[in-house]
């Protein structure tokens, strides 16, 4: 039983973990450009895709590294020439565009690709497990734990210490008085936008290799993202990660003792913060 | 002249859908495709109620009209043969659900209150989903139709006879469609306008915003939970895609295709809407391609809508 708990924990927190980083790249967007980008979750699948075409001509390691790259850049070309026209008009239109790309993406991944899911090789030093005691801790795994704290390490150096990240907090503060002093908000937005693109390309070339490769992946995901950014608060990035980590321990505890409530336990955790402290865990008080 | 303009609008609307499953035979549809056409119009005007009228972005609709499906579906299923009763109980449940949720969500703004619907919209997708036994999961709810209604004096035949259920439909739309506009015509809708155009003006002036907000969003639950149920009877059948997230988008890209600030736009929106669904998902199967193109193009180069474009025209 102790180790069905502690497995079921473990998974929960890769899970959770795949939520913040994907619930990070959302929160980066909407902080800076009000956008919900609904479309993160075909992003996430393109990023899972991509690397699984570059494997045979880069390898897992190349792929992991060039496959986020890649989303990226495509995240980019979006924004300049579908997203950006919609800035400074009701929020309305920007989620309903990216409402519509999601369907884009996800039958586009499916034309391309196949609907059958596709089997993703992650090399052998990471598939076999590293104990048999804790079988279900395989490498593969705590590398994927890792690479995430990585990540987001890496954003939060980003954003704290270098000159686009301190641009991208400014803004989300006050965007006009940022622009004033000088400072490009198209370039702004437009590379804020790809970070956030980023994260998704790299959580789906992690996903790919965890879950396999199917169109509706994205999908899948990005309503916990959404649940993610509520419990921890809009605006407060480590809200954001604090928030998909928990409810990744809450559906993966919830699977050992009622696993059909698997999803709603989140669903539950979102309604009693909007009820006891509706600007989330870590969320400022009347920014929303 | 503008009142009389409206009032012929009225006219001309209504004819056409008295004549509706006559004149559409002509253009090579069938009366189910009209009564699709109606309860995907109800739909879209309740929610338009709180989108074009009240200024609140819900995206999550579809959980409320999903509930009214399955709140019809179940109660003709599991408890009485009624078709009258089982909308009050799909209403009923919508309702009440969205009175919770609305209590939760009312202090939210903009961008976060899109957001926090959409999401609260996939918990009934979910219970619907895994709750198999009941609900019959992924496969959805089989094994039951609409009943033909019994008024005492005559029996309307709606499960043999389209026709006859088509106009029982536009009747129940008619009636939720007066009510919708007396409400937008009473204070209480003018009060609604004006949370809309300027929701801190509305505040000095003492009017209790949340309160309104929330009894806004209730209406408009309301009738989205009777169209949701009408639905259900329309197709003899109800599955967890009628509350999944991507129905919630195509109420509102129905709302905004035919102009969220005029009362008739979701009409028109809901008849392009059907009508392409209808044509495309013959021709090539990717619908969902061609549905996110449309999306996009809509945004991109026609955000206020058919009547939104009509009436700007008009004025110029």
Redesign the interface.
């Known amino acids: 039983m102790t180790q069905l708990i502690l497995f079921d924990t473990f998974n929960g927190l890769i899970v959770g973990a795949f939520y913040a980083l994907m619930a990070l790249g959302l929160s980066l967007i909407?902080n800076l450009s009000?956008v919900?980008n609904f479309a993160h979750g075909g992003f996430l699948a393109i990023g899972g895709y991509l690397a699984f075409t570059l494997m045979p001509f880069v390898g897992f390691w190349g792929g992991l590294v060039l496959a986020p790259i890649l989303t990226a850049a495509i995240g980019l070309v979006v924004e300049r020439f579908?997203i950006r026209?919609?800035y400074g008009?009701?929020?309305?239109?920007?989620?309903?565009?990216t409402?519509?790309?999601?369907?884009?993406?996800?039958?586009?991944t499916r034309?391309i690709w196949g609907a059958q899911s596709l089997p993703y090789q992650i090399p052998t030093v990471l598939s076999s497990p590293l104990s048999s005691q804790f079988f279900f801790l395989t490498g593969y795994r705590l590398f994927m734990v890792v690479l995430v704290a990585v990540a987001v390490g890496a954003l939060f150096f980003i954003l704290k210490y270098t000159r686009l990240g301190v641009r991208i907090r400014a803004g989300t503060l006050d965007l006009e008085t940022v622009s004033v002093l000088g400072v490009n908000v198209r370039i702004l937005r437009n590379l804020n936008f790809g970070l956030g693109i980023y994260l998704a390309g790299l959580a789906g070339v992690l996903a790919a290799g965890m879950l396999g490769l199917q169109p509706t992946v994205g999908s899948s995901l990005i309503?916990p993202s959404?649940?993610a950014?509520?419990v921890g608060g809009?605006g407060s990035l480590p809200g954001t990660l604090l928030g998909g980590l928990l409810i990744g321990v809450a559906s993966g505890l919830t699977t050992v003792f009622f696993p059909?409530?698997t999803?709603?336990v989140m669903?539950i955790m979102?309604?009693l913060v909007?009820?006891v402290r509706?600007r989330g865990l870590l969320g400022e008080e009347g920014r929303? | 002249m503008e009142t009389l303009n409206r009032q012929t609008a009225n006219i001309i609307v209504w004819l056409l859908l008295l004549a509706m499953p006559f004149w559409i035979k002509a253009l090579g549809g069938y009366t189910e495709l009209c009564t699709q056409v109606l309860v995907y119009a109800l739909a879209a005007m309740a929610l338009n109620f709180l989108?074009g009228f009240t200024g609140v972005?819900s995206?999550g609709h579809a959980a409320y009209f999903g509930l009214g499906a399955y709140g019809v579906a179940m109660t003709i299923k599991y408890l009485v043969a009624s078709t009258p009763l089982a909308l009050l109980v799909g209403i009923v449940v919508g309702t009440i659900a969205a009175a919770i949720i609305g209590w939760?969500?009312v202090?939210?703004?903009?961008?976060?209150f899109?957001?926090?619907t959409?999401?609260?919209g996939?918990?009934f997708y979910?219970?619907t989903f895994?709750?198999n036994n009941v609900t019959g999961g992924d496969d959805g709810l089989t094994g039951w139709s609409r009943v033909p209604i019994d008024l005492g004096f005559t029996r309307i035949d709606i499960l043999h006879n389209p026709t006859a259920f088509y106009y029982v439909v536009l009747a129940i739309f008619a009636v939720a469609v007066g009510i919708m506009a007396f409400l937008l015509r009473s204070p209480f809708g003018r009060t609604l306008l004006a949370i809309r155009e300027n929701e801190r003006r509305a505040r000095f002036l003492g009017i209790p915003v949340e309160r309104h907000i929330w009894l806004s969003f209730l209406i408009s639950c309301l009738f989205v939970s009777l169209a949701g149920g009408l639905y259900a009877l329309l197709n003899n059948f109800v599955d967890p895609r009628a509350l999944r997230?991507?129905m919630s988008?195509n109420f509102?890209?129905i709302a905004?295709l035919g102009g969220m600030r005029s009362f008739w736009g979701p009409m028109i929106g809901a008849a392009i809407f059907v009508v392409l669904q209808d044509y495309v998902s013959s021709m090539t199967e990717?619908w969902?391609?061609f549905?996110?193109?449309?999306?996009?193009l809509?945004?991109?180069f026609f955000?206020r809508g058919v009547l939104g474009i009509l009436r700007r025209k008009s004025l110029s």
């Open positions: 909407m009000g919900i579908l026209p919609l008009r009701d929020p309305l239109y920007s989620l309903l565009l409402f519509g790309l999601a369907y884009i993406f996800e039958d586009g034309y309503m959404f649940v950014i509520i809009l059909s409530a999803e709603a669903y979102m309604g909007l009820l509706p929303f | 989108l972005l995206f939760l969500i202090n939210l703004r903009g961008v976060y899109a957001m926090v959409i999401a609260f996939q918990v979910f219970i895994r709750w997230w991507d988008g509102v890209i905004v990717n969902m391609s549905l996110g193109l449309f999306f996009v809509i945004v991109l955000p």
